[in-house]
């Protein structure tokens, strides 16, 4: 009978658009009572745009999307992008040298002869850089309604904040909901600042929120959740969730993600739509009950 629910579930799976490549991740799904997702391009789209400009007094537009466009020119992070874009459309982009990534916080590089570094409010933190009264209360107002803020820093001034918005996927919601009848605690992981990070997750209803968490620290998170007797199931599509999709009870790949995530997930989905987690769930259950 084995080779023959096989073959079903796998005919199941293809039309379902779930690839699994760990047969035993898939069996282990069943028993899955906490559903972790990465936030940024799982929940949400992963395509943030700068939504709001706010200098400092004595400051331009121009001259703070200028120095941050340049600093965020040589990385590959999303929010990046959405810098290097609303700069461009401002003003003409100075060349910027000595690029350093700090990883999970910003970035830093001299422009014109500048220390230039553009990151969230950890790396402001570090920096010991405290921002000027005119930009703490909309940053605030922004972080509360779940867009991410970056501080642009000039040598060791705070001269400016961008928000940036990543819409949160129209399917999330439901993907939330269903998985909450089908009984499964839904928690969310993020690099984004805890005031963001709450927002969304009050948005999207989930259970708990674990925010301002260190790619590095990710996997250590879903070990920390399964110590407190849960049964994961990690949902992310990026590099930085490798280790977390390996960690964890059964690792999910979603929107085909990075060549890394899949290496390290036992299941893959070829949509980027969250709900598909619930089809793997019941995937699994159907290959419990043909067995018997
Ligand atoms: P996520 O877990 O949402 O994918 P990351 O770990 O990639 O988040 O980033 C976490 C935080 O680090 C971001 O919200 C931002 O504050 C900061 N950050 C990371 N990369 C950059 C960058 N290139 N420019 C500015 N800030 C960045
Ligand atoms: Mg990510």
């Given at each position: 009978?084995?080779?023959?629910?096989?073959?079903i579930s796998t005919s199941m799976s293809a039309r379902a658009g779930i690839l699994v490549k760990d047969r035993l991740a898939l069996e282990r799904m069943r028993s899955v009572d906490t559903v972790l997702f990465d936030k940024t391009g799982t929940l949400t789209r992963g395509e943030p745009a700068v939504v709001a400009v706010l200098p400092a007094d004595g400051v331009t537009d121009a001259e703070l999307l200028g120095a941050a466009g340049a600093a965020e020119s040589d990385?590959?992070?999303?929010?990046?992008?959405?810098?290097?874009?609303?700069?461009?459309?401002?003003?003409?982009?100075?060349?910027?040298?000595g690029f350093r990534s700090l990883t999970g916080r910003g970035v830093r590089a001299v422009v014109d002869g500048h220390d230039i570094a553009v990151g969230g409010p950890t790396m402001l933190r570090e920096l010991g850089v405290t921002a000027p009264g005119e930009l703490t209360g909309p940053t605030a107002t922004w972080a509360d309604r779940g867009a991410t803020v970056l501080h642009v820093v000039r040598d060791g001034r705070a001269i400016g904040a961008l928000a940036l918005a990543d819409d949160i996927r129209p399917e999330s919601r439901e993907a939330v909901r269903d998985l909450h009848a089908a009984g499964v605690r839904v928690v969310m992981i993020t690099g984004d600042a805890r005031d963001v990070a709450e927002a969304v997750?009050?948005?999207?209803?989930?259970?708990?929120?674990?925010?301002?968490?260190?790619?590095?620290?990710?996997?250590?998170?879903?070990?920390?959740?399964?110590a407190r007797g849960l049964t994961v199931a990690?949902?992310?599509?990026?590099?930085?969730?490798?280790?977390?999709?390996?960690?964890?009870?059964?690792?999910?790949?979603?929107?085909?993600?990075?060549?890394?995530?899949?290496?390290s997930a036992g299941v893959v989905l070829a949509s980027?739509?969250?709900?598909?987690?619930?089809?793997?769930?019941?995937?699994?259950e159907a290959g419990y009950r043909k067995m018997w």
């Open positions: 009978a084995i080779p023959l629910v096989i073959a990385s590959e992070h999303p929010l990046a992008r959405a810098v290097v874009a609303a700069a461009r459309a401002a003003t003409a982009i100075p060349t910027a040298t997750g009050a948005e999207l209803g989930v259970d708990e929120v674990l925010a301002e968490v260190l790619p590095a620290d990710k996997d250590a998170a879903v070990a920390r959740l399964q990690m949902v992310g599509d990026g590099v930085n969730d490798a280790p977390a999709l390996a960690r964890a009870d059964v690792g999910i790949a979603i929107g085909a993600g990075t060549d890394v995530a899949v290496e980027d739509d969250p709900r598909a987690v619930l089809a793997v769930r019941r995937l699994s």
